[in-house]
Each structure stands twice: as structure tokens, then as C-alpha cells.
């Protein structure tokens, strides 16, 4: 079984003018010469996006890997650039990884510099996951999808299987944040690459390039950005092609909650779904007149318990993305849970003091009772 994972540490952030840095790592998040230029010369150019996404069709699925996330400013961008080139009807998925998530607040002040990214940078905001480790599911629109993972890129890029068509290797310096630029997560990418897989990086630092070529990529030095001298391009063996989407035809038996909430995410993929139930839809158990969305919280992460926090956290994210608040369904004002014996207190009490859940999640009311924080009840 895989071991429990270390609680999240947000970062902690500096601020010179406009630009964050991490004073852990005595590195700032983006040149002070132009974030959004050096992630559209870096990034996005080094992987030829513009160029891929002409050939994407209707049905094509594109998935770009990132190693930190940082700011999210080059999946961001690369959004917008999936946008105005991809025909209408492709998919872009994007995958990131950080150990060390900015607070909620800090990641507001840094997006706020880009006006021309809000229609994507509005979306991360308003779905931003709390600082516990995992994957977290967020939707940027109906057709861009990111999968964002808390916690160590190498951990968290073993526990992928996704097929990656593009990679941005964006972390701190390899001589200040070393961990991030080893040769088992150089390895653990070129087997998640497709053939012609691009890969680019602002660091031209030796280990990167042996690493890479290592791990089977060719690589090429370019010229940097800013005070950057060199910056590296890679490739994947093979020639890289568009792939169609998986899809397929599902039949779906029972249209409860389960039965429904399967059909749904099948057909949002592109699935044809037939949905079949011996009398109605949610005509069974599925059919109260109301439920509480609520977990409990446990101070160990096990991979059990990480599933039943981040499927609490989905449906969230999935209810409020439906807008069932504003229509008045559902109140997410929070569960009250009342500690009623000693195994129920120590459990509680465990989660609190972990740090898997932190104050914005579960708060303490009294010694009895403690709140879930934005659990709520959803009626019909």
C-alpha cells in the first residue's frame, strides 16, 4: 500500500512589486522581465503549441504536463493559445503538480497582473482547491480541464498514467530546488511521453540536459530569456501525431445518483450513453427528498482516506460549478458534526491537528462539535 502523504505547506511569499518569490528557495516565480513574455518564449514556443493546436480536430485530446505549477501562468496561457488555434470540439487537458501551493490570495495578486488571462484566470479562483495533498479535478471550460496535484512532483507524476503531448519542466533553479530535476522524474516522464512528445525548460543547467538525454530525449540549447543566457528544447523519439479522444458507447444501468453522475461524466468525454432503470430516474434510495454532501475527516492519509477527501471535495466543486447555490438546491453553509464518543473525538481531534485538514476545511466550535467547513445539504 502506498504510504501516507505528508501534509501540503502552502508557500510562503515575498512580494517585489508585482513579482512573488519564495524565499525558501531564493528564486522568484517568473522573471521580473516578463512573466507572461517568458512563458510564451519558453514554454509555449519551445513546445511549438501554436503549430500542434492548427492540427487538432473535433474529437482530438491534447494533454500538456507540468512539473510546478507556481502562478499557473503557462497553463493559463497555454489555454488561451489552445483557444485561438484548436478547432472547435478538441480537448485540452492540462496536468500540474506543486509541493508548495501559493495561498489563495497571493495566487489572486499575481493573476490580477494579466487582465487579458481573467476569463481563465476567474475559473482556477473560484475553483481553487485547498492546501491537502492528492489530485484535485478543476474545469477551466467546458473543453480545458486541469488536474492539479499537491504535493511532490515525482510522487505525484508516479501516480499518473496520463499520455502527455507536451511537458513544461518550470521549477524553482535546479541548484536551489534540486528535488525537482532528478533523474527518476526525468525517467517517470519520458515514459508518460507520446512519440514527438515536445518538452522545454528555462534551465540549461548541466544534470537537466544529461537527464533528459538519459531518459531518451533529444535535447537542444536556445537562447534564453532575460538574463537567462540558454534555455532547453527537447523532443521524444518518434513523430508526433493528433489522438481522437477515447470514446466509445456505454450502457448505464440504474439512473440514481451513481447512474446518473456516470452518464454524465461519459457524455461530457464524448461518450454515447444509454441510461436504463427498472422505473424512474432516482426511484430507488437515490430518491430522498434531500442529503448532506459531508466526509469524515481522518489525520492519516492513506490513499482511502485521500479518495474520500477529494471525492468531497469534487462533488463540490461539481455542485457549485452547476450553479445549484444560486437556484436555490443546495446550502453549503457547513456540516455541524457532534464528537458523540471517544473513538469519534480522537478521530476528529487526529484530523485537526494533521494538517491534511486545515481551517478552511474543518474548524473547531467546542469540545463537542466541530464544523465541515463548505459541506452543506442539497435538496430536489
Known amino acids: 500500500m502506498q504510504p501516507d502523504m505528508d501534509p ?10 508585482a513579482t512573488p518569490a519564495a524565499p525558501a528557495f531564493e528564486d522568484s516565480y517568473f522573471s521580473t522581465a516578463g512573466g507572461p513574455e517568458e512563458s510564451r518564449r519558453v514554454f509555449l514556443d ?12 473535433a474529437g482530438d485530446a491534447f494533454v500538456i504536463g507540468e512539473t510546478g505549477f507556481g502562478t499557473g501562468l503557462n497553463l493559463l496561457q497555454a489555454a488561451a493559445l489552445f483557444r485561438r488555434h484548436a478547432a472547435a470540439g478538441a480537448r485540452l487537458h492540462l496536468v500540474s503538480a506543486e509541493k508548495h501551493p501559493l495561498p489563495r490570495s497571493d495566487l489572486a495578486r499575481a493573476l490580477a497582473a494579466w487582465p ?9 479562483l473560484d475553483q481553487y482547491p485547498p492546501a491537502v495533498c ?27 498514467d496520463a499520455a502527455v503531448d507536451a511537458w513544461f519542466l518550470d521549477g524553482f533553479a535546479p541548484s536551489r530546488n534540486p528535488s525537482m530535476w532528478s533523474p527518476a522524474l526525468f525517467t517517470r516522464i519520458a515514459r508518460l511521453s507520446r512519440p514527438g512528445t515536445a518538452l522545454a525548460t528555462f534551465s540549461a543547467a548541466g544534470p537537466v540536459r544529461r537527464g533528459l ?30 489522438r481522437a479522444a ?35 430516474i432516482a426511484s430507488g434510495a437515490s430518491g430522498n427528498r434531500s442529503g448532506v454532501v459531508y466526509t ?18 469534487h462533488a463540490l466543486r461539481r455542485f457549485r460549478r452547476a450553479g445549484v447555490e444560486d437556484n436555490g438546491i443546495a446550502r453549503f453553509g457547513g456540516v455541524e458534526q457532534v464528537l458523540t464518543d471517544d473513538r469519534h473525538r480522537r478521530k476528529t ?14 474548524e473547531r466550535l467546542d469540545e463537542n462539535r466541530v464544523l465541515l467547513v463548505g459541506g452543506g445539504v442539497v435538496r430536489p
Open 296 to 313: 469524515t475527516p481522518s489525520g492519516m492519509a492513506t490513499p482511502q482516506n485521500r479518495f474520500y477527501q477529494s471525492s468531497w471535495l
Open 46 to 57: 519551445g513546445c511549438e503549441l501554436a503549430g500542434r493546436f492548427d492540427r487538432l480536430r
Open 134 to 160: 492528492g489530485f484535485h479535478r478543476l474545469w477551466l471550460a467546458d473543453d480545458v480541464d486541469l488536474t492539479l496535484m499537491f504535493g511532490d512532483a515525482t510522487a505525484m507524476w508516479a501516480a499518473q
Open 349 to 362: 481531534l487526529g484530523a485537526l491537528a494533521s494538517g491534511h485538514w486545515p481551517a478552511e476545511l474543518l
Open 246 to 280: 477515447v470514446r466509445g458507447h456505454a450502457l448505464v444501468v440504474g439512473a440514481g445518483l451513481a447512474g446518473c453522475t456516470t452518464a454524465n461524466a461519459l457524455a461530457a468525454r464524448g461518450w454515447t450513453c444509454r441510461l436504463v432503470d427498472a422505473s424512474d
Open 116 to 124: 487579458e488571462l481573467a476569463p481563465w484566470a476567474r475559473p482556477l
Open 213 to 242: 538525454a538519459e531518459a531518451g530525449f533529444s535535447v537542444e540549447r536556445r537562447p534564453g530569456f532575460g538574463r537567462k543566457r540558454h534555455r532547453l528544447e527537447a523532443r521524444f523519439p518518434g513523430r508526433w501525431t493528433p
Open 8 to 17: 501540503i505547506e502552502p508557500a510562503k511569499i515575498d512580494w517585489a512589486g
